[in-house]
């Protein structure tokens, strides 16, 4: 079997005449990169890609902004995906007839994120700038795999030109079937979720959280990380923002629709703390997944955040020359350079100073920081600590301007001294969102510092 036969086969392919809703979308055929037909490495399957127009224009059906039709796009796949399993005609997409048809079950594997601006979940069949609709129709890139006959031959071509075909003219079918009204309520949640996010800064906000969000997360073999990860099935609390922090109101701008929340708002310092295991990294993580667009159902549909959030936390690696000196004034020995340009193989604390400073000298318009991936000793102040160091603590309390534009959203627990600092405390307790005022925050801070002096005699 050699490699030119199989170009020969794919051709055939290509070849194909239009079919009842679809053809061959030909503009975008790029051999060998959108357009293949390749034994795999242990010859038992035929691998495949190959990029189809199917030509109901939904562009034409749904009259609403073409930023939403992303959501309509990711609704077809993944019916299609579910699909895969029963109907025989789709069964190339999940490598059905395989000797190991779980090495292709990637392709089939369900997906609640419908557009990212980072490269998330590339092995995974999404709406992304080679799966669209524009008014043509709608453009997929068809991939799988297929048995891989014993010797190439003629009949084999043939036959295997034949599977393709009935594979798109199955999916065809599932497209003309789906119903306008899912097409426009994937349409519109997509959308709503874009303009919601280009109307925060109006609305003096960095991210909100909707009531009744479920940001908890399952993993999967192939959706090991929490921006890819499905709805978490068994307990998943929904998130109510407490009275105590003020939630905000919001008109959807697609559909109209009016729901509340958390408002995270621009320059403020807001806590999220609580006791160990109350899902006070969840929170924030969901934070950070609301910069992508979410299925209807993912649970993190209504939690929306600007684009450019960023996190910092501790981590052991090269320093290429950069500022920390918001943090040190004078560089520890084994450090090279200044503290306005620093070199070597940075401590925990060092490596999140300059992640810190990157973000805020970005202009990044949020910041996370969860204590359970954090430098302690860049956090909150020590009786030990030299005076050529100052925490974070100490600069929101004495010099907040530093932080210039940028919210610091933070999760903590056993850092009293940083919460006291927060403009807004939410506490979770039990899953569940609550608050306590900053002032009573500080004198209770206050009344313990004094029992803990007391009994240190």
């Not at 043509?136 to 048995?147: K, M, N, R, S, T």
Request: charged fraction near 20%.
């Amino acid at each position: 079997m050699e490699a030119a036969g199989w170009d020969g086969c794919l051709k055939e392919i290509l070849d194909i005449s239009a079919g009842t809703g679809w053809r061959i979308d030909t503009p975008h055929v790029r051999q060998d990169v959108t357009a293949y037909l390749v034994p795999s490495f242990g010859n038992d399957a035929l691998l495949f890609s190959v990029p189809v127009l199917f030509t109901r224009s939904l562009a034409d059906e749904i009259p609403l902004g073409p930023e939403g039709s992303d959501g309509a796009v990711h609704a077809l796949i993944e019916r299609i995906k579910q699909r895969a399993h029963d109907v025989s005609a789709l069964g190339p997409l999940a490598g059905t007839g395989t000797k190991f048809p779980h090495r292709y079950d990637a392709n089939v594997e369900p997906y609640t994120v419908v557009h990212s601006q980072e490269a998330i979940a590339s092995h995974l069949w999404h709406p992304d700038d080679r799966n669209f609709c524009d008014r043509e129709g709608i453009h997929l890139l068809i991939h799988g795999a297929l048995p891989c006959p014993p010797a190439q031959s003629p009949q084999e071509t043939r036959r295997i030109t034949e599977t393709m075909q009935a594979l798109f003219d199955s999916i065809s079918s599932e497209a003309e079937a789906m119903p306008v009204r899912v097409l426009t309520n994937a349409w519109e949640n997509s959308l709503d979720q874009k303009l919601l996010r280009n109307q925060l800064p109006e609305l003096g906000l960095v991210a909100f959280a909707g009531d009744g969000s479920r940001p908890a997360r399952s993993f999967s073999r192939h959706r090991s990380s929490f921006r890819t990860a499905g709805k978490k099935e068994g307990v998943n609390i929904p998130f109510a923002c407490p009275q105590e922090l003020s939630p905000v109101e919001i008109d959807l701008p697609a559909t109209g629709e009016r729901i509340t929340g958390l408002g995270i708002k621009r320059r403020e310092v807001f806590s999220v703390t609580g006791s160990n295991a109350q899902g006070k990294t969840t929170f924030l993580n969901g934070i950070i997944a609301g910069m992508d667009d979410h299925a209807a159902g993912d649970g993190r549909e209504r939690i929306v955040t600007v684009r450019g959030a960023t996190n910092a936390e501790a981590m052991n690696c090269e320093l290429p020359g950069v500022d920390v000196s918001m943090f040190f004034k004078k560089l520890p020995p084994g450090i090279g350079g200044t503290p306005k340009a620093a070199y070597g193989a940075g401590s925990g604390s060092m490596t999140m100073a300059a992640m810190v400073q990157k973000a805020i000298a970005g202009s990044a318009p949020l910041l996370l920081i969860d204590e359970d991936r954090a430098a302690p000793n860049l956090l909150v102040k020590s009786c030990l600590q030299k005076e050529d160091v100052t925490p974070l603590a100490e600069i929101l309390a004495h010099d907040r301007s530093k932080m210039d534009n940028t919210t610091l959203l933070f999760a903590a627990c056993a850092m009293d001294t940083l919460i006291v600092q927060a403009d807004r405390i939410m506490v979770l307790d039990q899953h569940v969102a609550g608050a306590i005022d900053r002032n009573a925050f500080r004198a209770m801070l206050k009344e313990s510092l004094l029992k803990t002096a007391e009994r240190l005699g």
